[in-house]
T-cell receptor, first 115, second 112 residues
């Protein structure tokens, strides 16, 4: 079965450095989500794309975070500069069109540690 | 912000026993979903129940929804060690809105 791919799986960086995460959704999935999950909490939505357009980025800290999905396929989430409080799991999910549009398929996540 | 609140936060049971997790939410919903997350991994969709449904089954899973109480429960019957994971409820607010708001999760440990 097709899966959402994310890389890297783990990233350790020092505060004030820039980091980038990559996500490749399941082929044909129109909607792509980026979540942040702090240890012991549920995922919180950062940004939602429909094809190449941003649907909702109201929870994205835009002073330091940016996200793009230029061709409506894969996506990159960037943090610059990273802060200690950004340490978390960053999850990407995608959804198909049609009857299963409510269901989200998650990638394995990128575990970010900011020192 | 978190919409759902799962209860209990942690649950430990013996293999073969049933596990029940509860979820409460605050605002009206279109549907409610349950996801499982194995340690350090991504989430896996388990089951979706729509606001006009009261109960749904999938294999060993049974989900109930009480919109008047804004609550849902997930029952896993005849638990197995492989069911050890965190379980999250997630709510979708309105028709056509596919955004999910997740709770904090219940950590289930099934002891062999």
């Amino acid at each position: 079965e097709a899966e959402v791919a994310q890389s890297p799986r783990y990233k350790i960086t020092e505060k004030s450095q820039a980091v980038a995460f990559w996500c490749d959704p399941i082929s044909g999935h129109a909607t792509l989500y980026w979540y942040r999950q702090i240890l012991g909490q549920g995922p919180e939505l950062l940004v939602q794309f429909q094809d190449e357009s941003v649907v909702d980025d109201s929870q994205l800290p835009k002073d330091r975070f940016s996200a793009e999905r230029l061709k409506g396929v894969d996506s990159t989430l960037k943090i610059q500069p990273a802060e200690l409080g950004d340490s978390a799991m960053y999850l990407c999910a995608s959804s198909p069109r049609g009857v299963r549009a409510n269901e989200q398929f998650f990638g394995p996540g990128t575990r970010l540690t900011v020192l | 912000s978190q919409q759902g609140e799962e209860d209990p936060q942690a649950l430990s049971i013996q293999e073969g026993e049933n596990a029940t997790m509860n979820c409460s939410y605050k605002t009206s919903i279109n549907n409610l979903q349950w996801y499982r997350q194995n340690s350090g991994r991504g989430l896996v969709h388990l089951i979706l129940i729509r606001s006009n449904e009261r109960e749904k089954h999938s294999g060993r899973l049974r989900v109930t929804l009480d919109t008047s109480k804004k609550s849902s429960s997930l029952l896993i019957t005849a638990s197995r060690a492989a069911d050890t994971a965190s379980y999250f409820c997630a709510t979708a607010a309105g028709a056509g809105s596919y955004q999910l708001t997740f709770g904090k999760g219940t950590k289930l440990s099934v002891i062999p």
